[in-house]
């Protein structure tokens, strides 16, 4: 098993920047890839960004050029840099990790809020 645990989420102007992290734990070695859903109100959760072990990462439309998704593998920890935030980012965002082990199987944290608001 594989515990995910977000930080960072709150309230920021348009414009402004926020910075989410998420530290993995338990079965490390059980996972490679690890991204950023979000989830706005009355909408399907959505891919933003992943990054794969060796740096290696995918952006959603939306956020290219805006949002960059980096790593730490030393302290297992998955960082989501946002700028130029819009009303429209904001949603509750949610770490992800597959697992490499069994095909299908995902771990998610339990997400933390971006409200984008003035």
């Known amino acids: 098993q594989v515990q995910l645990v977000e930080s960072g989420g709150g309230l920021v102007q348009p414009g402004g920047s926020l910075r989410l992290s998420c530290t993995a734990s338990g079965s490390i070695f059980s996972i490679d890839a690890m991204g950023w859903y979000r989830q706005a109100p009355g909408n399907q959760r959505e891919l933003v960004a992943t990054i794969s072990r060796a740096g290696s990462t995918i952006y959603a439309g939306p956020v290219r050029g805006r949002f960059t998704i980096s790593r730490d593998n030393a302290k297992n920890t998955v960082y989501l840099q946002m700028n130029s935030l819009k009303p429209e980012d904001t949603a509750v965002y949610y770490c992800?990790?597959?697992?490499?082990?069994?095909?299908?199987?995902?771990?998610w944290g339990k997400g933390t809020l971006v409200t984008v608001s003035s």
């Open positions: 992800n990790a597959p697992s490499i082990w069994s095909v299908g199987m995902e771990y």
